[in-house]
């Protein structure tokens, strides 16, 4: 018994050993670490440090029991502190942490903090030791110290990425192999210079997505460098003169997307023999591929796309081939083929040579002779000829094929899948193919992508395709395919996501299988000669967001279950020969959609521009891979006296608790009313119901539509009077009411009295502009509406004239300013000459130094004294139709371009919010100093989401223009006008304030600022 009593006490203490360490923190550890916490964090949101503390009865509470501290378990002392991704916020005092002798790794990524990391001299003295410290993912936007962690002489990776600092840090100290200063603002080319030429014991050294200018400095001392990064800049000049110097080790150069040019290598690059990786896409080298390639011979992935190359592909390029694994030539002007070379790349997996000018047999002759080969990507290019599938059997690693958008023609091959079982997407759109659809396609039994769309092929999809077991995509629309969608879809797998088939010839109905295909997310049967009934069941496709049926010969009634589909954002049932009621339940899912699931499709959308002369508000279509020009001649573009064309990319209008945004019912047989609750449906932009035989009122909830642009309510049998909350709809730039039996006044409010008369006539009953005015009679009906209107006129002057006098005093005031400040208006000489004329097409100059505007014209004047007529020109093109909504005939709409509200992408509709929105672009415009889109500014990016970044990361003084910063007297009223300018940038529209309000604003800035603007 004693002896057991003695395992176990024993046993406890082993355990009890493992639990905690032999040693505890010293005192000095411990005042270290909490002075950090009190000086650093001024929140802790998730309460991550609430342990962190020596209160109570321990009053040496152990902080390697603390949250984030690791401690040795030699000795117990504190070797390292990890708080990453803790939401901590705080000017961050490093100064404590240094004073840990044995803290070794710092890692403090994914918070908030801020500051520009000093500490004092006492600090400086210390000899700290750190050896990696991670402050990546932070809010830091000021200049770091040069003498930033220089006491740390066993430092050996410093991360910064992903903060906003503008440069600072160097010289660092002699111990750093790794650091990482992506993604921040660093302008300082000093740094840069130095890190390049003092770089003797870097290892790794990334600077990319900053805003680094000038000429790449020479690295001649670069000799264990084996990462460097410096993409995403704006580097210029000659590329073929900077010196790599010794070069001996680095691995992975990427210097993408900057302006370097040149027409050759460097010469002393041939001394990066150990090169694994050159990225030298999106430059403007504006020459032919250079010819310096043999002694890469480590070389597996080059990257050379959109650098505006052109001519033939060099052959020597083929001297890599030894050892490349990808090859990127995307988005060049390059001619001809692959050169023979080629055939020796044997290791080479992925080949992107999209959006070129390749011709010829190259397919045949170098492709097929790639056994390595697992992506090949050659659309947009003028590759003819039969489909080259059976030369590509000696690749028989491959899963993607993309040949869309050439001219290839003949008949699709029989027998792929024997050859090429790996096969994931076939992808042939765009092209001249004939015949039909192999059944053999069948035995692909890994495919998931098949894309046949705009070809000529006929006759049915063989049963095969359909029983494919990975099917995610089948993308078959604008062909001659004929037959029926069989009962057995989905049968066997639901993996089906895409179902488009629109604009073919496909009879029968609507297989109820159909309703089993559960991951369905996009399906477009459109344009066919289906008949019957939509399947019931059709509420348990849960992830259906867009379902295209129009313009069939569909019949009966509209199911209720389609209310049930929870994502359903695009319903088209138009120019059917459905009837019976139209289901309240579609507006079922009112606040319940959650965006992103239909997210980042390539789409088009023909839009019709004719009004109820042409049936339905649009057509929209699948358009991966697609010439715009093709689309252009569609036959079904020509279908109607004025279409217009959009392409982009699928956006949310959204963030949350969504609705239906396009609802499309017109051309049918339908009866009854018209529900009440479709007027919750707050993100509705098209609703289209005409040419049914609706009966009953306009309803009142209508009022409710509040991002509603478009609304067709023609040729039916409506009665009763046109609801006067249609006049608040703020975003209405399309109504028809027409050929209806609606009586009354046309309400006065909002936009009603713009519309055309023709969208109002064939109402016996309606009166008011734009139709006849009406009659003053003894009912009360039209005594009310006779007063309304004058109240409302009344209003309207009293409106008017209180604006007149505010202009009258406003010009009184700029006036007396001017003469003020004229003496010193007298040194600066200048004018604008040839100011454009409403077409954009005339040009303007300036010359000299233009007069100073006092900005009174866009409202506000003292902060911004410095800028000029000319700059006001400058932000806006000069007034040009360029900047104008709406501009062109095809038009192809991809993020923000210029001014363009964000909702305009959804309803492609112009309105006054959406005016309010352009006009925070110019005052944005005005405060940064930037233009609204400026790739080597933003990238991919624009003025409005990089300054909503900065403002989101509380970094708003770097918004604005320095020299408007250095005007301290006006500096407080900025802060006010960017306030402003977010409020009118808000995405959602309906939280926008109206112009009128702006004026408000800026009124009340006045009177509490106390500044001369008007």
């Known amino acids: 018994m004693e002896m057991c009593s003695f395992a176990y006490r024993f046993l406890f203490f082993l355990m009890c050993s493992n639990a905690f360490p032999a040693f505890l923190a010293t005192p000095e550890e411990v005042s270290a670490l909490m002075h950090f916490k009190r000086s650093s964090i001024d929140s802790d949101p998730k309460g991550f440090l609430q342990n962190w503390n020596v209160g109570g009865s321990n009053s040496r509470s152990n902080p390697c029991l603390w949250t984030g501290v690791v401690c040795s378990a030699a000795d117990g002392r504190v070797g390292s502190l990890n708080l990453g991704n803790m939401g901590l916020t705080g000017r961050l ?27 004092s001299s006492t600090a400086s003295s210390l000899l700290c030791g750190f050896e990696t410290v991670d402050l990546s993912s932070n809010s830091f936007n000021e200049t770091i110290p040069s003498e930033f962690l220089t006491s740390c002489p066993r430092l050996v990776s410093l991360n910064l990425s992903r903060n906003s600092i503008p440069g600072g840090i160097f010289p660092f100290g002699a111990s750093v192999r790794h650091i990482d200063l992506s993604r921040n603002r660093i302008s300082d080319h000093g740094l840069l210079n130095y890190s390049l030429s003092s770089c003797s014991g870097l290892s790794y050294l990334n600077f990319s997505d900053n805003k680094l200018a000038g000429k790449l400095g020479d690295m001649p001392s670069c000799t264990n460098l084996t990462i460097l990064d410096l993409s995403y800049n704006h580097l210029s000049g000659d590329f073929s003169g900077v010196d790599f110097g010794v070069c001996g080790s680095i691995t ?10 040149g027409t050759a290598l460097p010469l002393s690059m041939a001394n990066c023999r150990q090169l694994e990786e050159l990225n030298l896409s999106g430059n403007k080298f504006t020459s032919k591929i250079p010819s310096f390639w043999k002694n890469f011979s480590n070389l597996q992935r080059l990257s050379l796309a959109h650098s505006r190359f052109s001519g033939e592909i060099s052959p020597e390029l083929g001297d890599t081939c030894g050892t490349l694994v990808e090859l990127n030539l995307a988005g060049n002007s390059l001619s001809g083929g692959l050169p023979s070379t080629f055939i020796s790349c044997s290791l080479l997996q992925t080949l992107d040579l999209r959006e070129n000018q390749l011709s ?27 489909v080259p599938f059976p030369a590509l059997g000696g690749c028989p690693l491959l899963e993607v094929i993309d040949l869309g958008s050439n001219e290839l023609t003949g008949e699709i091959p029989t027998g792929i899948c024997s050859y090429l079982p790996n096969l994931q997407r076939i992808l042939l759109p765009n092209n001249f193919l004939s015949g039909t659809v192999p059944s053999d396609l069948g035995n692909c039994t890994n495919l998931r992508t098949l894309d046949l769309s705009f070809n000529e092929l006929s006759d049915s999809i063989p049963p095969e395709i359909w029983s494919l077991p990975e099917l995610v995509d089948l993308v078959i629309w604008a062909n001659n395919l004929s037959g029926e969608i069989p009962e057995s879809l989905c049968s066997s797998s639901t993996s089906l996501e895409t179902l488009i088939l629109s604009y073919n010839m496909i009879t029968g109905g609507i297989p109820s299988s159909l309703t089993k295909c559960v991951n369905l997310i996009w399906v477009s049967l459109s344009g066919n000669r289906l008949t019957g009934r939509i399947p019931s069941d059709i509420g348990n496709l849960q992830s259906l967001a867009i379902l295209q049926l129009g313009n069939n010969m569909l019949s009966g009634e509209i199911p209720l279950e389609l209310g049930s589909c929870r994502n359903l954002i695009w319903l088209d049932l138009a120019s059917n020969e459905l009837s019976g009621p139209i289901p309240g339940s579609l507006a079922s899912q009112t606040g319940l959609i959650v965006p992103g699931i239909v997210s980042g499709k390539q789409f088009a959308f023909l839009r019709n521009e004719a009004g109820n002369i042409c049936p ?82 306009i309803p009142e909830t209508f009022g409710g539509l509040r991002m509603i642009g478009v609304l067709d309510l023609s040729h039916n049998h409506l009665t009763g009077y046109i609801p006067g909350g249609l006049g608040t709809l703020t975003f209405l730039s399309d109504l028809d009411v027409s050929n209806n039996n609606l009586t009354g006044p046309i309400p006065t409010t909002g936009q009603l009295t713009t519309f055309p008369a023709s969208r109002y006539e064939n109402n016996s009953g309606l009166c008011g502009l734009p139709l006849r005015p009406c009659t003053v009679k003894a009912g009360d009906h039209d005594l009310r509406d006779s007063v309304g209107r004058r109240r409302f006129f009344g209003g309207s002057i009293l409106i008017g004239v209180l604006l007149s006098v505010l202009i009258v005093l406003s010009l009184i005031l700029v006036l007396y300013k001017m003469k003020k400040h004229q003496k010193n208006d007298e040194l600066r000489v200048g004018y604008v000459e040839s100011l454009p004329t409403s077409s954009g097409t005339a040009s303007w100059k300036l010359s000299g130094v233009v007069e100073p505007l006092s900005i009174n014209v866009a409202i506000f004047e003292k902060p911004l004294r410095k800028l000029t007529f000319a700059h006001l020109l400058e932000a806006t093109n000069g007034f040009s139709a360029d900047s104008l909504i709406g501009s062109g005939g095809v038009s192809t709409l991809a993020g923000t371009p210029g001014y363009v509200p964000p909702e305009y992408y959804q309803s492609f509709r112009c309105t006054t919010k959406g005016d309010v929105y352009s006009y925070g672009v110019v005052l944005l415009e005005l405060l940064s100093g930037k233009k609204p889109i400026d790739p080597s500014e933003f990238g991919d990016n624009n003025l409005v989401g990089w300054g909503k970044l900065l403002v989101k990361e509380n970094r708003c003084s770097e918004i604005f223009d320095p020299d408007l910063m250095g005007m301290k007297s006006g500096e407080a009223e900025l802060y006010q006008y960017l306030k402003i300018a977010c409020e009118c940038l808000d995405d959602r529209p309906l939280h926008r304030p109206t112009m009128i309000q702006v004026m408000a604003m800026f009124k009340d800035l006045q009177v509490d600022t106390d500044s001369d603007f008007v």
């Open 616 to 697: 339905g508000a649009g057509v929209l279509f699948e358009f991966e891979d697609i010439r715009a020009e093709r689309l252009a001649n569609f036959s079904l573009v020509h279908s109607c006296p004025a279409t217009r064309i959009y392409t982009g990319t699928t956006v949310y209008t959204f963030p949350s608790n969504g609705s239906m945004i396009y609802l499309d019912l017109s051309y049918n047989s339908l009866s009854g009313m018209i529900p009440n609750n479709f007027g919750p449906m707050n993100y509705l932009q098209v609703l289209n119901v005409g040419h049914n035989e609706l009966t009953g009122t």
């Open 252 to 261: 992975v150069l990427d210097l993408s997307y900057n302006g370097l040019n």
């Open 93 to 119: 005092n490093l100064e404590h942490l240094m004073a840990l002798p044995r803290l070794r790794d710092l890692d403090l990524r994914g918070n908030f903090f801020y500051g520009n990391l000093s500490y």
């Open 360 to 386: 010829g047999d190259f397919i045949e002759q170098v492709v097929s002779a790639l056994p390595a080969l697992r992506y090949l990507h050659l659309p947009f290019n003028n590759i003819s000829g039969p």
